[in-house]
C-alpha cells in the first residue's frame, strides 16, 4: 500500500497536546479512504509550554509504519514541520489591533513623505519645472502648475501600479512586491527557527 503525505512547514495546535496526521498536513491513498489515518497520532506536546516545537517527517514515518508495516510512506512536502502549541484560543483585542494598525500606517506614511520630498530637494525638481515652464512658455514661474499637478497625479498612480493595489481592489492577480517580501521573510524565518531547534535536538537541550 502506497501513503502519500504533504506535510506543512508550520501548524498551530490549540487547547490539546496530542497532533494528529491529518494536522500535520495532507494525506493520499490510492483507491482508499484516509479518515482512520488521519486520526493516526504523530506526536504529543511534551511540555505544558506555549512554544514552537520541531516535528521531523521521520517520526510521522515510524508513526505510519508502526501502524501498517507493509506500507510505503511518500513524503512529498516538507521534512521538518513547526508547531506552535496554544493552552487556549486567545481573542486578539480590536482596540489593540486597530491601534497598531493606525501607529504602522502613521510611520510609513511619514517615511514615504520624507523620502519623496528628501528625493525632491535633492533633484531640485522645483527647478526642472521653472526650466520646464521657461523652455515652452518663455517666461519664468515659481510654481508652475501646469507641471506640477499631472506630475503628482502621475506619481500617484506610478506608486498604486507598483504595489498593484489601491485599499481593497487589485490591479492584477500578481502578488504585491510587499507580499512577496513577507513571504520572502516568513520562509526565512521558519528555516532559521527549524535551523536552531534541529541543533538544540543534537545537543540535547
Same mark, same amino acid.
Given at each position: 500500500?502506497?501513503?502519500?503525505?504533504?506535510?506543512?512547514?508550520?501548524?498551530?495546535? *490549540?487547547?490539546?497536546? @496530542? /497532533?494528529?496526521?491529518?494536522?500535520? +498536513?495532507?494525506?493520499?491513498?490510492?483507491?482508499?479512504?484516509?479518515?482512520?489515518? +488521519?486520526?493516526?497520532?504523530?506526536?504529543?506536546?511534551?511540555?505544558?509550554? #506555549?512554544?514552537?516545537?520541531?516535528?521531523?517527517?521521520?517520526? @510521522?514515518? !515510524?508513526?505510519?509504519?508502526?501502524k501498517f508495516p507493509?506500507? *510505503?510512506?511518500?513524503? /512529498?512536502?516538507?521534512?521538518?514541520?513547526?508547531?506552535?502549541? %496554544?493552552?487556549?484560543?486567545?481573542? %486578539?483585542?480590536?482596540?489593540?489591533l486597530y491601534s497598531?494598525?493606525?501607529?504602522?500606517?502613521?510611520?510609513?506614511?511619514?517615511?514615504?513623505?520624507?523620502?519623496?520630498?528628501?528625493?525632491?530637494?535633492?533633484?531640485? &525638481?522645483?527647478?526642472?519645472? %521653472?526650466?520646464?515652464?521657461y523652455m515652452f512658455? +518663455?517666461?519664468?514661474?515659481?510654481?508652475?502648475?501646469?507641471?506640477?499637478?499631472?506630475?503628482?497625479?502621475?506619481?500617484?498612480?506610478? &506608486?498604486?501600479?507598483?504595489?498593484?493595489?489601491?485599499?481593497?481592489?487589485?490591479?492584477?492577480?500578481?502578488? *504585491?512586491?510587499?507580499? &512577496?517580501?513577507?513571504?520572502?521573510?516568513?520562509? #526565512?524565518?521558519?528555516?532559521? @527557527? &527549524?535551523?536552531?531547534?534541529?541543533? !538544540? %535536538?543534537?545537543? +540535547?537541550?
Open positions: 500500500m502506497d501513503i502519500y503525505i504533504k506535510p506543512n512547514e508550520k501548524i498551530t495546535i *490549540t487547547a490539546r497536546k @496530542i /497532533v494528529y496526521l491529518k494536522d500535520v +498536513g495532507e494525506i493520499w491513498i490510492p483507491g482508499q479512504s484516509t479518515a482512520s489515518l +488521519g486520526n493516526l497520532v504523530v506526536y504529543q506536546v511534551p511540555e505544558d509550554t #506555549e512554544k514552537t516545537y520541531l516535528i521531523s517527517v521521520i517520526d @510521522i514515518i !515510524k508513526a505510519i509504519t508502526l507493509d506500507a *510505503t510512506v511518500n513524503n /512529498v512536502g516538507e521534512m521538518d514541520i513547526l508547531l506552535t502549541y %496554544q493552552k487556549q484560543y486567545k481573542q %486578539q483585542n480590536k482596540v489593540w497598531k494598525i493606525v501607529f504602522i500606517a502613521l510611520i510609513l506614511f511619514t517615511g514615504a513623505s520624507t523620502s519623496i520630498m528628501s528625493f525632491h530637494s535633492d533633484a531640485q &525638481i522645483p527647478k526642472i519645472f %521653472q526650466n520646464y515652464y512658455f +518663455g517666461e519664468y514661474n515659481d510654481m508652475p502648475l501646469i507641471l506640477a499637478i499631472p506630475y503628482t497625479i502621475g506619481l500617484a498612480i506610478g &506608486i498604486i501600479l507598483f504595489f498593484n493595489h489601491f485599499s481593497k481592489i487589485y490591479v492584477t492577480k500578481d502578488p *504585491t512586491p510587499i507580499e &512577496i517580501e513577507m513571504t520572502t521573510y516568513e520562509k #526565512e524565518t521558519n528555516t532559521s @527557527i &527549524i535551523d536552531a531547534l534541529n541543533r !538544540k %535536538q543534537k545537543s +540535547g537541550e
